[in-house]
T-cell receptor, first 111, second 112 residues
Framework: GESVGLHLPTLSVQEGDNSIINCAYS??????FIWYKQESGKGPQFIID?????DKRQGQRVTVLLNKTVKHLSLQIAATQPGDSAVYFC??????????FGSGTKLNVKP | DAGVTQSPTHLIKTRGQQVTLRCSPK?????VSWYQQALGQGPQFIFQ???????QRGNFPDRFSGHQFPNYSSELNVNALLLGDSALYLC???????????FGQGTRLTVV
């Protein structure tokens, strides 16, 4: 199957700063791209999704950007808080309902 | 709302044994997917069940099988366990083909 990869395994930011987590994907046929947050000892938690025909979508303190030309996805977190510390996964959906996840980026928020 | 419930939370099995993991989806959800998550890796799609049938399958051998019951709950069965099957097994539910998966806390399987 196609793979979803991430550029950086670990990202450290200062509390209050903005965070940007990047992801590269390879399957042009994917119709949705999704970001999940996984805290230690818990299952992944849905953050935000973007349809393949969009290039930007905003949520509460989060923005997802999709660049289909270079097959790049990013998650921007505004005013990062200690509670944002977790592993973040990008995922893509294709073949109607198969989801493929990247290997994750660990976000460390320093007080 | 209890969300997605998985049992057991931890399990230790011996190589060659068989294991059954259980999942109750979020109330109102009708689709259940199973994922395997190795330490430090992202979840890997095993299969998805809808209307009691396997609708999609990832790159996993036939040793991995599943079932969905009329109440939408699901089981994951793994036969002839290998050491490499040690992982966190996650169940996720959704409504139909929705992309907003709701995950359970997972079952940590250790094969010795």
């Amino acid at each position: 199957g196609e793979s979803v990869g991430l550029h950086l395994p670990t990202l450290s930011v200062q509390e209050g700063d903005n965070s940007i987590i990047n992801c590269a994907y390879s399957n042009s046929a994917s119709d949705y791209f999704i970001w999940y947050k996984q805290e230690s000892g818990k299952g992944p938690q849905f953050i935000i999704d973007i349809r393949s025909n969009m290039d930007k979508r905003q949520g509460q303190r989060v923005t997802v950007l999709l660049n289909k030309t270079v097959k790049h996805l990013s998650l921007q977190i505004a005013a990062t808080q200690p509670g944002d510390s977790a592993v973040y996964f990008c995922a893509e959906r294709y073949n109607f309902n198969k989801f493929y996840f990247g290997s994750g980026t660990k976000l460390n928020v320093k007080p | 709302d209890a969300g997605v419930t998985q049992s057991p939370t931890h399990l230790i099995k011996t190589r060659g044994q068989q294991v059954t993991l259980r999942c109750s989806p979020k109330s109102g959800h009708d689709t259940v997917s199973w994922y395997q998550q190795a330490l430090g890796q992202g979840p890997q799609f095993i299969f998805q069940y809808y209307e009691e049938e396997e609708r999609q399958r990832g790159n996993f051998p036939d040793r991995f099988s599943g079932h969905q019951f009329p109440n939408y709950s699901s089981e994951l069965n793994v036969n002839a366990l290998l050491l490499g099957d040690s992982a966190l097994y996650l169940c996720a539910s959704s409504l139909g083909t929705g992309v907003s998966l709701v995950f359970g806390q997972g079952t940590r399987l250790t094969v010795v």
